[in-house]
């Protein structure tokens, strides 16, 4: 059985920092580029960040360039999304999903349940 395991949301501070976790199983997941989306009541999902099976390429929507960073760890069969200097704007429940920065959006791709990031005073 194919599963995609977030954690480690919650709520955080503006400004502060949070490291989510993606923990895949039932499926090769060396073999598959992997991304992470958002999604907040009301509205679209918003894509925000992908990298390549091997780890070496990561992209990033502007709206959090410089401030997320996505990685994998293979050999654990895990991806990460750390973000920091948190804005109240990045408040969304948090996807991962297989898929590249085009593809992502795929019905067919694999999907996790999210986690809630809340970034309040």
């Known amino acids: 059985e194919v599963q995609l395991v977030e954690s480690g949301g919650g709520l955080v501070q503006p400004g502060g920092s949070l490291r989510l976790s993606c923990a895949a199983s039932?499926?090769?997941?060396?073999?598959?580029?992997m991304s992470w989306v958002r999604q907040t009541p009301g509205k679209g999902p918003e894509w925000v960040s992908s990298?390549?099976?091997?780890?070496?390429?990561?992209y990033y929507a502007d709206s959090v360039k410089g401030r997320f960073t996505i990685s994998r760890d293979n050999a654990e069969n895990t991806l990460y999304l750390q973000m920091n200097s948190l804005k109240p704007e990045d408040t969304a429940v948090y996807y991962c999903?297989?898929?590249?920065?085009?593809?992502?959006?795929?019905?067919?791709?694999?999907w996790g349940q999210g986690t809630q990031v809340t970034v309040s005073s």
């Open positions: 999903t297989t898929g590249d920065s085009s593809t992502w959006y795929r019905t067919e791709n694999y």
């Open positions: 039932g499926f090769t997941f060396g073999s598959y580029d």
């Open positions: 990298i390549n099976s091997g780890g070496y390429s990561t």
